[in-house]
């Protein structure tokens, strides 16, 4: 009952408040963002390409990530589903033209997957809230609610989302118990491993990696190994210009 | 008045027959989606949104145009539209309800799409697109009944209607500034982020509408007695005219900042679409096929002469809807996804149950002003019961 | 009004379709319901048998909103004990035979819950 009032004043208040609130409530949201609530965490990432290039065609990352959530194997790329994946070097960063670095460097992959935006354009356009931001950063999905409309897809600037255009279900070999599959019809990606974190563990992708070239933790904490690593290092984020800020930061 | 609809001549039977037949084969096609997913359409992980969406594009222009006769007759008095705003309001209708349908149809979980409602969520567009178009329906619907009831039984339409279609005017502009925002706010998408896409698709809307406006009154005139006169048609003509010209103005400042700015992301689009990218160039003949069909179109409608001869008049209105379907109901929608924001060129071109789906819409849509003009003709006793 | 006959005769077949249901049951008698055999591994449920019964449905969609949007993963029961809000990992490793548990009766009133398009079945032991 309780729930059912809440949910039936939540649609009264919201219709009436309409767009003007909306839009003003995401302005003053978006001012209070940069000075971080005290107590609140801001999970992130970095990622050392140098490192992860180390071991050629290494794919430990992915293959984790992948079977931890059911992700399905599509050999068509048109149909294809993908978490965490290599994309080329002018695809994960357009804007970062290095004509007369060694060659090492660009023409290899670059290792990509949802940037936990602070300012995630998705979730602006999400019709049903079937994503939206969680207050330790982590751009959330909620697969029993997601319509299917695909305007996530069409509003992230990093490719970052996938869409189920058919059942998953064949195409996965052994399905693990311990995460759902998807159903078709629903849009996927990276959750940052919410159910991992929520144990206490880190991210798959950050464990399987021995290499240790991904680095996980809470930007807010100044001595957490993310911050650490940011002080000594330059790094980028990919379409910083933008103003998404992504949560995951590349090493130059 | 629905009495109306149910009787009629052996030709009027048939046609009704032929369109029942591909509503009916859009719906099966549309069952083997519902069952397969939208894996049975040539859509990919690149190019999420086609055909379906391109078309609800295209259809909420031809809605939203029938404020180019209701806004002559009202707010001017233009006393020449009365006897055709019934007939625009009537095409809204239909165009609005086939803009839901192709929305519906592009759902991956249609039995869902009530979770916009349940969850209202008022920073997506798509939230302000539901309400202003199922209003917008409403509208029309509330007009259209109305007004065509009070000239049945003989007397002046109630007062209270008034206020309501002068409300309608400026609810038929939002309804396409809204579906244009749908795209003009998405920074992961240059080819749609101008902000000149809500004006170009006004001047686009209010030249493709009229245009099938004077083509459905020359028909309705060889095929009934209903004559909409020359005066009115010409009229809606000059406003094609300068729409058309409005439009193809506004295309050409797109081409001009893209290729004058020199900045990659916005220039590889209109490559795509006019030249090809990376060997891929489905859309290219279709697209200077557009290009061309607008200059016939403005040369035949600019030219007073042949603006007022029927026939070329006919021939400037057809190629004015096919220039604008083209370029809205395939190039705009497709272009945006090509290349991805990764770079990558992913061709797109519908499957067969993706364009039956399609026809299937379409043919609701024209089942539907094929019954709705009936009733309105039959109402004046112009159409042999 | 001399269609008389044509609206009784209209009536009556609406009649007959509307009422199929029924008919059926009338003619060929109401299926038995079933007697699920209930494997249990712990003495008690997380709810008492009553409310399970009645309004499992309720449950899991808390415990599905719970998990997902507010990230709380534990839920404290009717017994004080505090359990992993997980169709999969808790109700269904107590109770394995989904076929009897859930199957029989969700077939009997012929609902067809989505859970399962996602939500794995373990292999059943039993």
Known sequence: ?252 | MLEKALQGSRSYWGWVAFLAGLILLGFIAYMRQFAVGLGVTGLSRDVTWGLYIAQFTFLVGVAASAVMVVLPYYLHNYKLFGKITILGEFLAISAVTMCMLFIFVDMGQPTRVLNVMLYPTPNSLMFWDMISLSGYLGLNALISHVTLDAERKGIAPPHWIKPIIILSIPWAVSIHTVTAFLYSGLAARPFWMTAILAPRFLASAFSAGPALLILFCLILRRFTKFDAGREPIQRLAVIVTYAMAINVFFVLMEVFTAIYSGIPEHIEHFEFLYLGLEGKATLVPWMWASAILSVIALVLLINPKTRGNERTLVAACIAVFTALWIEKGLGLIIAGFVPSPMGAVTSYSPSIPEVLIAVGIYAIGIFLITVFYKIALSVRGEVKV | MHDGGKILTGLAVFLVLALLPFWHNAVGGTAAAPQPKIVTQEKECVAPRETIRSTHMELLNTWRDTVVREGTRTYMDARGKTVNMSLTNTCLSCHPNKKEFCDACHNYLAVSPYCWQCHVEKKESA
Not at chain 1, 190 to 204: H, M, N, S, W, Y
């Open chain 1, 1 to 252: 009952m309780e729930r059912e009032r809440r949910a039936l004043l939540k649609l009264a208040g919201l219709t009436v408040v309409g767009l003007a609130g909306g839009a003003l409530a995401r302005t003053v949201e978006a001012s209070s963002k940069h000075a971080a609530k005290p107590g609140t965490k801001r999970l992130a990432m970095v990622i050392d390409p140098r490192k992860c290039l180390e071991k050629d065609g290494c794919t430990d990352c992915i293959g984790a990530c992948h079977a931890a959530h059911n992700v399905p194997a599509i050999d068509d790329p048109r149909r294809e589903v993908k978490w965490i994946w290599k994309e080329k070097f002018s695809g994960a960063f357009p804007d970062q033209e290095a004509e007369y670095v060694d060659e090492a460097l660009t023409s290899k992959p670059v290792l990509v997957f949802c940037n936990h935006c602070d300012n995630p354009p998705c979730v602006r356009v999400c019709p049903t809230q079937a994503t939206w931001r969680r207050d330790d950063g982590i751009v959330m999905m909620d697969w029993h609610r997601c319509i299917g409309c695909r305007y996530c897809v069409a509003g992230c600037p990093y490719g970052s989302r996938s869409f189920n255009w058919v059942d998953p279900r064949p195409f996965l070999k052994s399905p693990t118990p311990d995460f759902p599959t998807r159903t078709k019809g629903v849009v996927e990606k990276c959750t940052f491993c919410d159910e991992r974190i929520g144990k206490g563990q880190q991210p798959a992708c950050v464990e399987a990696c021995k290499e240790k070239a991904l680095v996980f933790g809470d930007l807010n904490d100044p001595d957490s190994a993310v911050r650490q690593t940011l002080r000594a290092r330059f790094a980028l984020r990919r379409k910083a210009g933008l103003g998404t800020r992504p949560a995951i930061h590349y090493l130059v």
